[in-house]
Every structure is written in structure tokens, then in C-alpha cells.
């Protein structure tokens, strides 16, 4: 075997929704290992969501599997036996540990900038969201559009807030005055509102929902867009739930993509809000104001 350290992934169970956190944070925990990070062909746990995500086909080829590579700088090989083959000393992590899992040495700008470089190249791959645009009758060229990951009430909103240091109230009950005025600030009020309506298994029909419905002014659509997720890091404008990690990646990548009209941690400004997130968006990637929501 190689001599020297990695870091593995290999099959486990799903933890969460986001299993490219999860990825992200076994990646900085190897930097700190200085060691690579090696993923088995068998990690369906985060492999299914990439292939969904970033490359229209859940048809995983070679081609697949070295563009992985290429993108987050690791070794895709069979198994764990092969992955012990090639090293002398083995760190497996399982999705709950890597998700769990922190660099002791990065801050948030060297995150960021870590982060940044992923994200650009993930979206750089060959999927598109014209389907799911054609999906709900609109011209992939001349749409204009907006998606909202609607929130749920949740014991982890008091949490994520407390961990941050501000509240979002506003933006957990997602009431209809909320929305508009934000869609009036950035001149979208006339198009349509994509709805990210089951994460987490979450009732589609709980009433942060309904309200948006209900209400003709705000011109919902039908498609529960709840797991597209280029659909929302493209939207013209992304209205997010705090406490979601879900949100957070997509306001991360919209960050790292130059996407404007990101309203995930808001504040109120004069009749509207704001996001109080910077261009800079290096809190967004701070492991001490994060805590358990870093990216």
C-alpha cells in the first residue's frame, strides 16, 4: 500500500439531505490529516445526489466518476477493501461522521474560498435546468422566475437562531406581506414563484404553504420544487428558510456564482428586507457563528 493517511467515504445510510456538506467537511478534515480524501463507488449516500444534481443522469460511468474527481480534488475507487489496499492508515468516516466532521485549522475566508472553487465547478458540469423550467410551461431563454424554500416549524429554528445571534421570525412563518415585498423590491411581483414545499419530509400542505397559495397575488405554480436544486441556485431571486441547511447551500452557491436577490438571512429595511449576508458572504462559512449549519 501507499504510505500515508486517507480519509474514506463508503457506503452507509443517508443523513440528511445535503450529503455534499457532509463531503465538504471530510474534504477539511484531510487538509488538516494532510492526506487525500478517497470516496468508494458504493457511497450511494452522497453519489445519488450528485448525479441528480450535476449530471442529468443517474447513470454513473467512468466519465462520471472522473469528473468527481476532478471537481473535489479526491480518489473515486471500487471499494473499501480497495481503498485499504491502497493505504497504509484509513480514517473511514460514515455520512453522520462526516457531517459532523471540522477542520481545526481553516477559517472562514479559507472555507469559503475552498467552497467557492467547488460550487463553480460543480455548475460548470453539463446538467441544465431547462427541463425543469419546460416543466412548468416556461421558456427556458426569456424566464424569469423565483423559488421559495417554503419553511416548517421546527424546534431547530430557535436553535439555528440562537447559534447565529439574530431572529428570523419573518422568515420561518413566510407570510404572504413578507414575500411580496421582497418580490416588489427586486421587480419580480409579476412572475412566476416556484415553491419548495416537502424537504424533510414535511406536510406539503402545512399552512406556510397554504398562505402562499391562497394568495392570487403571488403567482405560485403547481411543480413542488423542493429537491431541484438547480432551479433555485439559478432562480432570479431565491427566498430561503434559515434553519434549512438545504437554503443555506443554495445561498452559498448563488454566492459563489455572483447570482443577486438572495434572501435567506434577512432584516428588515424601511418597508422591505434585506439580506445581511455581504458580497463577501464569509459568514456563511464561519465554523464558530455557524456551528452546526456550516457548509
Same mark, same amino acid.
Given at each position: 500500500?501507499?504510505?500515508?493517511?486517507?480519509?474514506?467515504?463508503?457506503?452507509?445510510?443517508?443523513?440528511?439531505?445535503?450529503?455534499?456538506?457532509?463531503?465538504?467537511?471530510?474534504?477539511?478534515?484531510?487538509?488538516?490529516?494532510?492526506?487525500?480524501?478517497?470516496?468508494?463507488?458504493?457511497?450511494?449516500?452522497?453519489?445519488?445526489?450528485?448525479?441528480?444534481?450535476?449530471?442529468?443522469?443517474?447513470?454513473?460511468?467512468?466519465?462520471?466518476?472522473?469528473?468527481?474527481?476532478?471537481?473535489?480534488?479526491?480518489?473515486?475507487?471500487?471499494?473499501?477493501?480497495?481503498?485499504?489496499?491502497?493505504?497504509?492508515?484509513?480514517?473511514?468516516?460514515?455520512?453522520?461522521?462526516?457531517?459532523?466532521?471540522?477542520?481545526?485549522?481553516?477559517?472562514?475566508?479559507?472555507? $469559503?474560498? @475552498?467552497?467557492?472553487?467547488?460550487?463553480?465547478?460543480? !455548475?460548470? #458540469?453539463?446538467?441544465?435546468?431547462?427541463? =425543469?423550467?419546460?416543466?412548468?410551461?416556461?421558456?427556458?431563454?426569456e424566464a424569469k422566475y423565483t423559488v421559495i424554500d417554503v419553511?416548517?416549524?421546527?424546534?431547530?429554528?430557535?436553535?439555528?437562531?440562537?447559534?447565529?445571534?439574530?431572529?428570523?421570525?419573518?422568515?420561518?412563518?413566510?407570510?404572504?406581506?413578507?414575500?411580496?415585498?421582497?418580490?416588489?423590491?427586486?421587480?419580480?411581483?409579476?412572475?412566476?414563484?416556484?415553491?419548495?414545499?416537502?424537504?424533510?419530509?414535511?406536510?406539503?400542505n402545512r399552512d406556510e404553504v397554504k398562505r402562499l397559495v391562497n394568495d392570487a397575488s403571488i403567482l405560485t405554480q403547481d411543480?413542488?420544487?423542493?429537491?431541484?436544486?438547480?432551479?433555485?441556485?439559478?432562480?432570479?431571486?431565491?427566498?430561503?428558510?434559515?434553519?434549512?441547511?438545504?437554503?443555506?447551500?443554495?445561498? $452559498?452557491? @448563488?454566492?459563489?456564482?455572483?447570482?443577486?436577490?438572495? !434572501?435567506? #438571512?434577512?432584516?428588515?429595511?424601511?418597508? =422591505?428586507?434585506?439580506?445581511?449576508?455581504?458580497?463577501?458572504?464569509?459568514?456563511?462559512?464561519?465554523?464558530?457563528?455557524?456551528?452546526?449549519?456550516?457548509?
Open positions: 500500500p501507499e504510505s500515508g493517511d486517507a480519509v474514506v467515504l463508503s457506503s452507509d445510510k443517508p443523513f440528511g439531505n445535503t450529503p455534499i456538506i457532509a463531503l465538504s467537511h471530510a474534504i477539511d478534515l484531510a487538509y488538516d490529516k494532510k492526506c487525500e480524501v478517497i470516496m468508494t463507488k458504493d457511497a450511494n449516500w452522497i453519489w445519488d445526489k450528485l448525479t441528480t444534481w450535476f449530471y442529468g443522469t443517474k447513470i454513473r460511468d467512468d466519465a462520471f466518476y472522473k469528473s468527481m474527481e476532478e471537481v473535489f480534488n479526491i480518489r473515486v475507487v471500487d471499494s473499501l477493501e480497495a481503498a485499504t489496499a491502497l493505504k497504509s492508515n484509513v480514517h473511514k468516516l460514515g455520512s453522520q461522521g462526516a457531517f459532523y466532521a471540522r477542520s481545526e485549522s481553516l477559517d472562514a475566508i479559507r472555507i $469559503r474560498k @475552498r467552497r467557492d472553487t467547488i460550487y463553480r465547478k460543480l !455548475f460548470a #458540469l453539463p446538467n441544465s435546468p431547462c427541463g =425543469s423550467i419546460s416543466a412548468v410551461g416556461m421558456n427556458f431563454a419553511p416548517a416549524q421546527s424546534v431547530w429554528n430557535e436553535k439555528f437562531d440562537t447559534t447565529i445571534g439574530n431572529g428570523h421570525t419573518h422568515a420561518y412563518e413566510m407570510k404572504p406581506e413578507y414575500v411580496k415585498a421582497i418580490l416588489k423590491s427586486v421587480n419580480l411581483s409579476d412572475k412566476q414563484v416556484l415553491l419548495g414545499k416537502a424537504h424533510d419530509n414535511s406536510d406539503p411543480k413542488d420544487v423542493a429537491d431541484d436544486l438547480f432551479m433555485a441556485v439559478l432562480a432570479d431571486c431565491f427566498i430561503g428558510y434559515p434553519a434549512s441547511h438545504y437554503s443555506l447551500m443554495v445561498a $452559498r452557491m @448563488r454566492y459563489a456564482l455572483g447570482m443577486e436577490n438572495t !434572501f435567506v #438571512l434577512t432584516k428588515k429595511a424601511g418597508d =422591505s428586507w434585506v439580506s445581511y449576508v455581504n458580497d463577501d458572504h464569509s459568514v456563511l462559512h464561519d465554523p464558530k457563528k455557524m456551528g452546526l449549519w456550516l457548509g
